[in-house]
């Protein structure tokens, strides 16, 4: 997974506050995808944006989440007001195309 | 959801090869097969890719059917390092804005005894 760097690799928060998940893609990469894996499940996709620009965000949770892909600095996938069921791995991915992925380590979010 | 079906759960022998099926029925012609892995909730990683051709690369072999509905991904001498969850994937057609999207199945638990 070298080459996207996801941070924090663990993060803690209490129910109600807001967790900011950071990624920075593969150099020269302007495509970012978001993925959530919940414990004992698959990988689900949550949106993918290009420099500014949400192309699809048709996994996201109409509430209380938002993402995105400044022109200058890392993506940013930020949870307001978070619950239990939030816990989960968050990764993130870069192309520098639409062909090929490459995967971060991930954040685990644990919501207490 | 998923377009494709695999085992929940496969073991090879260390040193053998491991062969995983997919099956894609539902495949459209201009929609590729991909296989990546997660190794113990790491990131999943890429292995190969392909169309309508078998294709090789320093990992893996890919052998897709003449009708493409069904697929195997060959790890040729499996390790105890390739345990681990694989997942075959059809990638969207290109120019739609889900193109972007991976839709991650269920996959295949892999297992290398020793």
């Known amino acids: 997974n070298a080459g996207v760097m996801q941070n924090p690799r663990h993060l803690v928060r209490r129910r109600g506050q807001e967790a900011r998940l950071r990624c920075s893609p593969v150099?020269?990469?302007?495509?970012v995808y978001w993925y959530r894996q919940l414990p004992e499940e698959g990988l689900k996709f949550m949106v993918y944006?290009?420099?500014?620009?949400?192309?699809?965000e048709s996994g996201m949770p109409k509430e209380r989440f938002s993402a995105e892909f400044p022109k200058e600095g890392p993506s940013i996938l930020r949870i307001q007001q978070v619950v239990r069921g939030d816990s989960a791995a968050y990764f993130c991915?870069?192309?520098?195309?639409?062909?090929?992925?490459?995967f971060g380590s991930g954040t685990r979010l644990t919501v207490v | 959801d998923a377009k494709t079906t695999q085992p929940p759960s496969m073991d090879c022998a260390e040193g053998r090869a491991a062969n995983l099926p997919c099956n894609h029925s539902?495949?459209?012609?201009?929609?590729?097969v991909y296989w990546y892995r997660q190794i113990h909730s790491q990131g999943p990683q890429y292995i190969i890719h392909?169309?309508?051709n078998n294709e090789t690369n320093e990992m893996a072999s890919l052998i897709i059917t003449e009708d493409r509905k069904s697929s195997t991904l060959i790890l040729p001498h499996a390790t105890l390092r390739d345990t681990a969850v694989y997942y075959c994937?059809?990638?969207?057609?290109?120019?739609?804005?889900?193109?972007?999207?991976?839709?991650f199945g269920q996959g295949t638990i892999l297992t290398v005894h020793p």
């Open positions: 392909g169309l309508k």
């Open positions: 539902t495949i459209s012609g201009n929609e590729y």
């Open positions: 994937i059809v990638r969207p057609a290109a120019g739609g804005t889900s193109y972007g999207k991976l839709t």
């Open positions: 150099k020269g990469h302007s495509h």
């Open positions: 944006l290009q420099k500014e620009n949400i192309i699809d």
């Open positions: 991915a870069s192309s520098r195309e639409i062909y090929g992925y490459t």
